[in-house]
């Protein structure tokens, strides 16, 4: 199951942080010091090492990198002594992932609760109530989105920002989680499952990115994506991926929305109603301006077109390009100045059965390391796999197979280990050696989708049996 090295891998890890720190301070999830890098609490005094070792929204943030370069502390020659830390079993199972900041863990389970824990013991120190849809003609969901985390743009006080399972989105104050406001994403039937909020706030320049998406297709609604103030909640823009009329339906924005480094904005779509997939903007990799105005779009081709084809997974940045999954089992790289395909590999089978691609590759600015679903490697068949690959052509460096599929997001941390998490009843979280794609250790925590994440030297894992964090014994 170990994978084979073609290539050295370089960290760049000064590079990469020094961007991050940038988007973070634009998004407004930390403060800036006079030197120009990130503070915890928006003052000169505060440290900007000590920020960046937090994890404030789905993927790390608006950049979608997924990748923690500060976290050197578990490294592949340590990772099999990983100790179980605490657990918290309330709101279990989870599909959102954890937001850890300022001694908290932030996250919204399937019973419809959302949960202020404690960083170090697990205990629930707030909790509030944002809604549960039943199962009608889709499965029951509670909270499936990822909070953010920042600080609000007129008290500076910090603020969650999350999509709760009754169609709002809301603003919690962190200290409490009381309610500052509350806006309409898109409010659910009370007879059939349509809107369903799977995707997670993104927080940048005083305004919040979200996706319009149905819960499972039964029925399809329009899709789109909204743009809301940081400040107070207001709408200020809108665009719907189809077109006005009682027959277009479709292209829901099930993924979280990308910011990339110039300030423009990406989503990704799914499919459109059975008469016409891509209709509009289905089925696409969208381009915006800051205020939601198209600005290009990339389709899949047609002769990769399938039914049921999503972009699940979430815009992510490398190079001069933006890339995403689609349940094709293809991963597209586009040009983000043309919007013209710069290449495309298979990830995984198409979907259905064990296949399908739904994962955003980690990137840490000199590869991408992308997992999914069932796949061949030399001749042997699994139903899951990671990979490493070249950002600039998509050359596989090393590729290891697993015994259950991938859909959730692989992360890694500066020290080169790679979490992915198994979608299976008796799954759980693979330690990965990202320099050589060799499992080094198997954390039995059970199915996995939620992606796993790198804060204050530990690890937190979040799934079907409870939230987990695991440590290093001299680090406990």
Request: proline share 5%; charged share 15%; net charge neutral.
């Given at each position: 199951?170990?994978?084979?090295?073609?290539?050295?891998?370089g960290l760049?890890?000064?590079?990469?942080?020094?961007?991050?720190?940038?988007?973070?301070?634009?998004?407004?999830?930390?403060?800036?010091?006079?030197?120009?890098?990130?503070?915890?609490?928006?003052?000169?005094?505060?440290?900007?090492?000590?920020?960046?070792?937090?994890?404030?929204?789905?993927?790390?943030g608006?950049?979608?990198?997924?990748?923690?370069?500060s976290?050197?502390?578990i490294?592949?020659?340590?990772?099999?002594s990983?100790?179980?830390?605490?657990?918290?079993?309330?709101?279990?199972?989870?599909?959102?992932?954890?937001?850890?900041?300022?001694?908290a863990?932030?996250?919204?389970g399937?019973?419809?609760i959302?949960y202020k824990?404690?960083?170090?013991?697990?205990?629930v120190?707030n909790?509030?109530?944002?809604?549960?849809?039943?199962a009608?003609?889709?499965?029951?969901?509670?909270?499936?989105?990822?909070?953010?985390?920042?600080?609000?743009?007129?008290?500076?006080?910090?603020?969650?920002?999350?999509?709760?399972?009754?169609?709002?989105?809301?603003?919690?104050?962190?200290?409490?989680l009381?309610v500052?406001?509350?806006?309409?994403?898109?409010?659910?039937?009370?007879?059939?499952?349509?809107y369903y909020?799977?995707?997670?706030?993104?927080?940048?320049n005083?305004?919040?990115?979200?996706?319009?998406?149905?819960?499972?297709?039964l029925?399809?609604?329009r899709?789109?994506?909204?743009e809301?103030?940081?400040?107070t909640?207001?709408?200020?823009?809108?665009?719907?991926?189809v077109p006005?009329?009682?027959?277009?339906?479709?292209?829901?924005?099930?993924?979280?929305?990308?910011?990339?480094?110039?300030g423009?904005v990406?989503?990704?779509?799914?499919?459109?109603?059975?008469?016409?997939?891509?209709?509009?903007?289905?089925?696409?990799i969208l381009?915006?301006?800051?205020?939601?105005?198209l600005?290009?779009?990339?389709?899949?081709?047609?002769?990769?077109v399938t039914?049921d084809?999503?972009?699940g997974?979430s815009?992510?940045?490398?190079?001069?390009?933006?890339?995403?999954?689609?349940?094709?089992?293809?991963?597209?790289?586009?040009?983000?100045s043309?919007?013209?395909?710069?290449?495309?590999?298979?990830?995984?089978?198409?979907n259905?059965g064990y296949?399908?691609c739904?994962?955003a590759?980690?990137?840490?600015?000199?590869?991408?390391?992308?997992?999914?679903?069932?796949?061949?490697?030399?001749?042997?068949?699994y139903?899951?796999?990671?990979?490493?690959?070249?950002?600039?052509?998509?050359?596989?460096?090393?590729?290891?197979?697993?015994?259950?599929?991938?859909l959730?997001?692989?992360?890694?941390d500066?020290?080169?280990?790679?979490?992915?998490?198994?979608y299976?009843?008796?799954?759980?979280?693979?330690?990965?050696?990202?320099?050589?794609?060799?499992?080094?250790?198997?954390?039995?925590?059970?199915?996995?989708?939620?992606?796993?994440?790198?804060?204050n030297?530990?690890?937190?894992?979040?799934?079907?049996?409870?939230?987990t964090?695991?440590?290093?014994?001299?680090?406990?």
């Amino acid at each position: 199951m170990g994978g084979v090295r073609l290539r050295a891998v370089g960290l760049r890890v000064r590079s990469v942080t020094a961007l991050a720190s940038a988007v973070l301070i634009a998004a407004g999830l930390v403060g800036a010091t006079s030197s120009g890098v990130a503070s915890a609490d928006g003052s000169p005094a505060a440290s900007a090492a000590a920020r960046a070792t937090e994890w404030l929204g789905y993927l790390d943030g608006p950049l979608h990198t997924s990748y923690s370069p500060s976290q050197t502390l578990i490294t592949p020659a340590n990772a099999s002594s990983l100790t179980r830390q605490w657990t918290a079993a309330a709101g279990a199972p989870f599909t959102a992932s954890p937001t850890v900041t300022t001694g908290a863990v932030y996250i919204g389970g399937a019973n419809g609760i959302f949960y202020k824990l404690s960083e170090h013991t697990g205990k629930v120190l707030n909790e509030i109530n944002l809604g549960a849809q039943p199962a009608l003609t889709c499965a029951a969901e509670g909270i499936s989105s990822t909070a953010t985390v920042g600080y609000d743009p007129h008290g500076h006080a910090q603020t969650v920002y999350v999509a709760g399972g009754d169609g709002y989105l809301y603003a919690l104050r962190a200290s409490n989680l009381s309610v500052e406001w509350r806006s309409v994403i898109g409010i659910p039937s009370q007879t059939v499952n349509n809107y369903y909020d799977w995707s997670s706030p993104t927080v940048i320049n005083g305004r919040i990115y979200i996706g319009i998406s149905s819960s499972c297709d039964l029925p399809l609604i329009r899709g789109g994506v909204i743009e809301f103030s940081q400040a107070t909640g207001a709408k200020l823009a809108e665009y719907f991926t189809v077109p006005k009329g009682k027959r277009n339906v479709g292209g829901s924005v099930w993924s979280s929305i990308g910011v990339a480094p110039d300030g423009d904005v990406y989503a990704t779509t799914g499919n459109g109603p059975g008469r016409k997939p891509q209709l509009q903007s289905s089925e696409a990799i969208l381009k915006f301006s800051p205020s939601l105005k198209l600005l290009g779009s990339f389709h899949v081709p047609q002769k990769q077109v399938t039914t049921d084809g999503d972009f699940g997974a979430s815009p992510v940045f490398f190079g001069g390009d933006v890339g995403a999954c689609n349940k094709n089992g293809v991963f597209y790289a586009v040009r983000q100045s043309s919007m013209k395909l710069a290449w495309w590999k298979r990830i995984a089978k198409p979907n259905g059965g064990y296949g399908e691609c739904l994962a955003a590759p980690a990137d840490n600015g000199t590869d991408l390391f992308l997992a999914g679903a069932a796949t061949t490697i030399d001749g042997t068949a699994y139903l899951g796999s990671v990979q490493e690959r070249a950002p600039g052509n998509g050359k596989v460096v090393w590729e290891t197979g697993l015994p259950a599929k991938v859909l959730g997001s692989p992360a890694l941390d500066g020290g080169g280990v790679l979490t992915v998490g198994t979608y299976a009843a008796d799954g759980g979280v693979y330690l990965i050696n990202a320099a050589t794609g060799a499992i080094v250790e198997e954390l039995t925590t059970g199915q996995t989708f939620a992606q796993s994440v790198f804060a204050n030297d530990w690890l937190y894992t979040a799934t079907s049996s409870g939230v987990t964090v695991w440590g290093l014994p001299a680090a406990g």
